[in-house]
């Protein structure tokens, strides 16, 4: 049975949009997606760093397809931007130059897989930049959404997500689709269905390569680390990566931040969370997902696993 869920424009940190351009600035949240002491996975006022554009509409019949539908990608991998007046000139160089760097990072063959540009008049859909209450982004293209596509990068007093794998982070969000995370908000269930880039550690291999310590996990968080079958993530063929600029670190969401809430375990002294730029294989995964490079459609059959993709699969 088909179940739709309406649900409108609802942020997953600390309240609503403030207006665009020009919104006023948060200066004290310490909200910040980073490996820092104000890193948002052990803040308890983090509620997470993506966004559902309203309405949000979705049936379990759709979410049984396992396929990637092509309406959520970016026409042509081509992003329109504006910045806000809030985002000092300083801080809107930087952003862009993030904006180059995944450009940069995924092209094949010399030609871009990926483009962000300033919008124009005539673009009915773009993200619009501002200094908001904490680093968070829509998810995908949702052209059937009009309306405003707020990608917020707090920049205050105590806090920053001006470090450039959170901005690189957050463009992923803006690159891919939803996350497999289910919600509980306002009494309804919000099934987030993951097609590109969520957080790796709900992967359905997951239990294979981490170690989930649910009882140092806030149980208001603990949303965050479900796994998810291939019915709900495609994982486009590529392997684990601890690497991912979309994994979280160790003691994500910890309710004791001197332990931890995941464990490595093929590699146990690997280093996750990182927040610097994309992995080779977030490269890929963006060069697969829209088509830039071939996605393999099969199972090695010798092994009846995924195939692996090595650095010669990372066409640049």
């Given at each position: 049975?088909a179940?739709k869920?309406?649900?409108?424009?609802?942020?997953?940190?600390?309240?609503?949009?403030?207006?665009?351009?020009?919104?006023?600035?948060?200066?004290?949240?310490?909200?910040?997606?980073?490996?820092?002491t104000?890193?948002?996975?052990?803040?308890?006022?983090?509620?997470?760093?993506?966004?559902?554009?309203?309405?949000?509409?979705?049936?379990l019949a759709?979410?049984?397809?396992?396929?990637?539908?092509?309406?959520q990608?970016?026409?042509?991998?081509v992003?329109?931007y504006?910045?806000?007046?809030?985002i000092?000139a300083?801080?809107?160089?930087f952003?862009v130059?993030?904006?180059r760097?995944?450009?940069?990072?995924?092209q094949?063959?010399?030609?871009q897989c990926?483009?962000?540009?300033?919008?124009?008049?005539?673009?009915?859909?773009?993200?619009?930049?501002?200094?908001g209450?904490?680093?968070?982004?829509p998810?995908?293209?949702w052209g059937?959404?009009?309306?405003v596509?707020?990608?917020?990068?707090?920049?205050?007093?105590?806090?920053?997500?001006?470090?450039?794998?959170?901005?690189?982070?957050?463009?992923?969000?803006?690159?891919?689709?939803i996350?497999?995370?289910?919600?509980k908000?306002?009494?309804?269930?919000?099934y987030?269905?993951?097609?590109?880039?969520y957080?790796?550690?709900?992967?359905?291999d997951r239990?294979?390569?981490?170690?989930?310590?649910?009882?140092?996990?806030?149980?208001?968080?603990a949303?965050?680390?479900?796994?998810?079958?291939?019915t709900?993530?495609?994982?486009?063929?590529?392997?684990?990566?601890?690497?991912?600029?979309?994994?979280?670190?160790?003691?994500a969401?910890?309710?004791?931040?001197?332990?931890?809430t995941?464990i490595?375990?093929?590699?146990?002294?690997?280093?996750?969370?990182?927040?610097?730029q994309l992995?080779?294989?977030?490269?890929?995964?963006?060069?697969r997902?829209?088509?830039?490079?071939?996605?393999?459609?099969?199972?090695n059959?010798a092994?009846?696993?995924?195939p692996?993709?090595s650095?010669?699969d990372?066409?640049?």
């Amino acid at each position: 049975m088909a179940i739709k869920l309406h649900m409108y424009l609802t942020l997953f940190l600390l309240g609503s949009i403030p207006n665009l351009p020009g919104a006023p600035t948060s200066q004290s949240s310490g909200i910040v997606e980073n490996r820092s002491t104000h890193n948002p996975e052990r803040n308890p006022e983090f509620k997470g760093d993506d966004i559902v554009p309203p309405p949000f509409t979705n049936s379990l019949a759709e979410r049984s397809t396992g396929s990637r539908p092509a309406h959520q990608r970016w026409s042509g991998g081509v992003v329109p931007y504006e910045i806000a007046g809030n985002i000092s000139a300083n801080n809107s160089i930087f952003i862009v130059n993030m904006m180059r760097a995944i450009e940069n990072l995924t092209q094949v063959n010399n030609t871009q897989c990926i483009s962000f540009r300033p919008k124009t008049v005539s673009d009915p859909y773009f993200i619009t930049v501002f200094n908001g209450r904490g680093c968070y982004a829509p998810i995908g293209f949702w052209g059937a959404y009009v309306g405003v596509r707020p990608v917020s990068f707090l920049h205050g007093t105590y806090a920053t997500c001006m470090v450039s794998g959170i901005i690189q982070h957050e463009l992923m969000h803006v690159l891919g689709e939803i996350h497999a995370h289910k919600l509980k908000m306002n009494h309804f269930y919000l099934y987030r269905k993951t097609k590109g880039f969520y957080h790796e550690q709900s992967r359905p291999d997951r239990d294979l390569y981490v170690s989930i310590q649910w009882r140092n996990i806030d149980p208001t968080m603990a949303y965050n680390f479900d796994k998810y079958n291939d019915t709900y993530i495609d994982t486009l063929f590529t392997s684990y990566d601890y690497g991912s600029v979309m994994h979280y670190e160790r003691n994500a969401f910890a309710l004791n931040a001197s332990g931890v809430t995941i464990i490595p375990i093929q590699n146990a002294s690997a280093y996750i969370g990182q927040r610097i730029q994309l992995s080779p294989i977030d490269i890929l995964t963006i060069q697969r997902y829209y088509g830039c490079v071939p996605t393999p459609s099969t199972l090695n059959t010798a092994t009846n696993r995924m195939p692996v993709e090595s650095e010669s699969d990372l066409v640049q």
